[in-house]
Structures are given as C-alpha cells and as structure tokens.
C-alpha cells in the first residue's frame, strides 16, 4: 500500500501547534484510504428481474376460488381470506372503480400487468395471516415491494369508501336495536360492554419497551372498544402504551366526547320505577364508577345481588369475544409499524388576527359541564345498579 502523502506533510512540518491536531489528520487519512479500498463501502444489493407469469397466477386464483364450480369450497374461501366471495367481490369492485391502483393495465411492452384478484389476494393474505410480503410471491406472484403497496392502498382504499358506513358512532336506529337488544337480555338502557386489550408488539424498538411495557411484562398496545352482542365494534381507541391501565386510556378516551357536547342520540328508559336519559356500558371492576358503567359486584351477598353479578358477568363477555374474533380473523393486529411517521406541516403565519376575548360564561360550555358531571355521576351509578338488580331478580 501506498504512503498517504499527510505523512510526508506531517513529517516535514515543524510548526503542528499540538499532538491532538496531528492525531486528528492522520485518524482522517486513514478512514480515506480506508473509504478508497472499499472497506468502508456497502456491497450494493443486485437485483434479479424475476419475468412472474401474472395471467397464469390470475386463472389460477380464478380456478381455485372463483370459477363454477371453484376448486375449494366456500368454506375454505372464508377461511383463507376471512371474508364470504360475495364480499370480496364486492370490495373488489369497489376498487376497481375508485381506485386506479387495481385496474389490470398493460405496461410498454404491451403485457399484461398485475389484475385485481393479485393485487387484492396479496393484501388480505398479508392481513389474514400477518406474514411477510415476501410470502406472497409464491402463489400469487407478487414481488415483495410491490406487496406492499398493494396493501398500502388497500387499507386506505377500504377505509376511504367504507368509513362512513361501518367506521361510525351508533344512529337512532342504531340506538333503538341496541337498546332492545340490551332489554332482551335483561338490561335496559345497555348499548354494549367496554373493556381494554393489550395487543403484543413483538418489534418493539429498545428504546421505547419501557413506555410500552406493563403488567404483562412485554411490550404492548392497548385498544379500547365497545362491542354490542353482535360483534360490532363501534367504538374502537388504539394507540396508547402497555404501561397504562383502562383509567388512563379512558381519561383520553373519545367514547364519551359527543354525549358530553349534546351531540349523541337521546336514550330514554325506565327500571324499578325509575327515569334514566343516559344508556350505559357494562364494565369490568376496574372502571370507575359513573353513570355511564354498570359493573359486577365482588363478593355479592344473597340471592338477588349474585344473580346480577352472574347476569352482569354474562353480558360483558361480548366485547372480549370480539377481541378473540378480531385477532384470530387478522392476525397482522398483533404488530404495529412505525417506519412512516406521518408530519404535519406546522407553517407559521405571517399576521395573526386576535379576536376579543370574553371571560363571560357560555351556555354551551355550561351545558358541557352539566353533562360531563351527569356521566360521572356516582350516586346515579348506584342507583341504576340497584334497580337492575332488582329489575334482574323480578324478571327470573
């Protein structure tokens, strides 16, 4: 190897102020040449062109689960993609006319590209059975990046057009069935149960498992939902770490925010005689006591206060059937990505107009305080446990 010309320098100069300047040129030169010998360069990743057969994968798909009769039973369909065909046909056309992405194109060369049923399989596969996009390409012939975004804009392309529909807080009607369902099985007034559910991050980064890590001693997400007899999930909270308790997810939960601004439904019912104008969710021990909760009761004493407490214990158990449906249907809910973090634009504005500021009450926030105190009400979460049980023991 070569002399670095900055050690004749070093060597001929006599005027270097101190070692350290010299330690520092020479720990320079040699991190160059180690640089200009390919030490210290990363081998580049060559990549393959792989020629997929895409019209070959796409009559094999349409064999296998969409031709009369398909190879697999629609039992099996259900099964693999967590979906009835007549759904995924549904969402499937749903695509195709709002979302260019999944309209079968031909490239520059005139060949047919990657169709729908590809590009759609690849997605619920991914979300079905939480695997790596890379485990695609074997059946449905997908590279891995392009996997990838396929399931990208199949969240967004799902979410965007079915929000408004399935992503929403309960209507009137909405009200009315769960409200008679709730009095079917011996609670008037109940719109569903709540509870939280620790989902385990397995990719946890270091530095964040403290945050994140709580009684189950491994790093988790918590979700916080409400889920009516039916398993639907209409109110959904997720995001906060493992570290904290259903109090504090729901301190900064939104379950509660449109009947606290006078926006929800009006519920109206009667028990043992008395009015009630707020529905309420069964809850586990751990809530607090508010209006808005009906919770067991530990250790009951006599006959009536144990049947409530069987009765009560009964109900709230949907909402933790939901949880089991939705992870044994979609296994990839057990992980969470944090690569894209999503930044908002915070732009200063030149010139900021300030309006007059009134230190007068409102009647709107005055409302707002009367009925944030109603929900957590405690002497009306008494007595609305009193009157189920008593409603529960008369209705035996």
């Known amino acids: 190897m070569d002399r670095h010309p900055i050690f004749d320098i070093i060597a001929n100069d006599s005027s270097s102020s101190s070692d350290d300047e010299v330690e520092m040129i020479i720990r320079f030169a040699i991190e160059e040449e180690r640089l200009n010998s390919g030490g210290g360069s990363r081998q580049k990743r060559s990549r393959t062109y792989i020629r997929r057969d895409f019209v070959q994968a796409t009559e094999r798909i349409f064999r296998d689960y969409f031709a009369e009769p398909p190879l697999y039973s629609p039992n099996m369909f259900r099964r693999r993609f967590r979906m009835s065909r007549p759904l995924f046909l549904r969402i499937k056309s749903m695509l195709e006319a709002t979302e260019p992405y999944f309209v079968q194109r031909r490239n520059a060369a005139g060949r047919l590209g990657l169709s729908s049923l590809q590009k759609i399989t690849a997605a619920i596969r991914m979300l079905a059975y939480g695997t790596t996009a890379d485990l695609c390409d074997e ?104 570290s904290h308790n259903d109090i504090n997810v729901l301190e900064r939960s939104s379950v509660f925010t449109e009947l606290a601004e006078g926006r929800a439904p009006s519920v109206n019912y009667s028990i043992n005689g008395n009015n009630y104008t707020m529905g309420y969710y069964l809850a586990d021990g751990i809530y607090p006591p508010w209006a808005t909760f009906v919770k067991t009761i530990p250790s009951p004493q006599g006959p009536k206060k144990s049947h409530f407490a069987k009765k009560q214990e009964e109900a709230r158990k949907d909402v933790e059937r939901a949880f089991g449906v939705l992870q044994s249907r979609f296994a990839i809910v057990h992980e969470r990505d944090i690569n894209e973090v999503e930044r908002g634009d915070y732009e200063q504005l030149n010139e900021t107009t300030l309006d007059p500021v009134s230190h007068a009450p409102t009647l709107e926030f005055m409302d707002f305080i009367r009925r944030h105190r109603q929900i957590r009400d405690r002497e009306t979460h008494s007595q609305l446990q009193s009157d189920l049980v008593e409603h529960l023991w008369a209705t035996t």
């Open 139 to 242: 059946y449905v012939k997908i590279g891995e990046t392009t996997a990838m975004k396929c399931l990208k804009k199949f969240v967004k392309a799902v979410v965007s057009n079915f929000s408004e529909e399935y992503l929403r807080s309960p209507t009137n009607n909405d009200i009315a069935r769960l409200l008679a369902l709730g009095e079917s099985r011996g609670f008037p007034g109940m719109l569903g149960s709540i509870d939280c559910m620790h989902w385990k991050w397995k990719n946890c980064p270091t530095a964040w498992q403290g945050n994140f890590t709580g009684h189950i001693r491994e790093p988790t997400i918590i979700l916080e939902a409400v889920a009516s007899y039916d398993l639907w999930i209409w109110h959904a909270f997720f995001g906060l770490p493992g």
